[in-house]
């Protein structure tokens, strides 16, 4: 006589309705040269931006009436660097940069982890949803080239 090996049955979620879970999802991003940097509960063009600079704000830590996000960065981090704006002040700026590449990814005003401070912000065009393509605004800001 032939050896059972399972009875179970197959099935699948194809038809199912979705879950509130599946719903909301974890979106996870890309340095540029395609290794993983950050996943976290939402996507980050619905993210506020500073106006000085044009990062991407991720709150992390709570406070009154708002809510710190859910992310894992997956970056390593830098000595801390002094940026000096336009009206006068002075920033000191946290930086975490890609563990492959070393490309600067995100920057903080407490020094690390990246849950230490309010704030974690990420650089405009370091990341990408997709891995191995550069993000849309990648290059905003620079001057082009023309030959001559």
Do not use: W
Not at 3 to 23: E, F, G, I, N, Y
Request: proline letters at 8%; hydrophobic letters at 35%; one cysteine or more.
């Amino acid at each position: 006589m032939p050896k059972v090996v399972s009875r179970s049955a197959v099935s699948t979620s194809a038809d199912a309705r979705p879950t509130a879970s599946s719903v909301a999802a974890l979106k996870v991003y890309y340095c540029i040269c395609g290794e993983f940097i950050l996943v976290i509960d939402a996507s980050l063009s619905s993210l506020p931006r500073r106006r000085t600079d044009g990062a991407i704000v991720v709150r992390s830590q709570d406070k009154e009436g708002a809510k710190a996000r859910a992310f894992k960065l997956n970056a390593l981090p830098c000595e801390p660097i002094l940026i000096e704006r336009t009206r006068g002040g002075h920033e000191r700026q946290y930086r975490f940069r890609c563990p492959r590449c070393t490309l600067p990814v995100a920057y903080q005003s407490n020094p690390p982890p990246a849950t230490a401070g309010p704030f974690l912000y990420i650089l405009k065009g370091a990341l990408t949803q997709i891995q191995g393509q550069l993000p849309s605004d990648a290059f905003d800001g620079e001057q082009s080239l023309k030959e001559t």
